[in-house]
């Protein structure tokens, strides 16, 4: 079993960045694939970023790609989201999952285990 911890949200002007972290616990943390997914106000949860489990592919959504870097330190058990050049579009409550052993795909069903959010909220 594994739980998930995010952190890094918060407030800030469009045009700036933020990093999410979330820590995974558990010796075997390495061997899930992860995922951010987001959710705002009155919106269904839709994916952001994943990683897959063996090759660390990552793939984002249209709506991310250029600005969000998905990235994992294996030693520390956390994975890492970069925001960069937020808009207001991109405020949300951000959700890390993890699926075991899985191919980092878009489907939120796949994943097993979720965190608890962390809010982002950029100001225009």
């Known amino acids: 079993q594994v739980q998930l911890v995010e952190s890094g949200g918060g407030l800030v002007q469009a045009g700036g960045s933020l990093r999410l972290s979330c820590v995974g616990s558990g010796r075997t943390f390495n061997s899930y694939a992860v995922a951010w997914f987001r959710q705002a106000p009155g919106k269904e949860r839709e994916f952001v970023a994943a990683?897959?489990?063996?090759?660390?592919?990552?793939d984002y959504s249209d709506s991310v790609k250029g600005r969000f870097t998905l990235s994992r330190d294996n030693a520390k058990n956390t994975v890492y989201l970069q925001m960069d050049n937020l808009k207001p579009d991109d405020t949300a409550t951000y959700y890390c999952?993890?699926?075991?052993?899985?191919?980092?795909?878009?489907?939120?069903?796949?994943?097993?285990?979720w965190g608890q959010g962390t809010q982002v909220t950029v100001s225009s």
């Open positions: 990683m897959s489990w063996r090759l660390r592919a990552t």
């Open positions: 999952a993890a699926d075991f052993q899985g191919g980092g795909v878009v489907i939120q069903s796949a994943y097993e285990y």
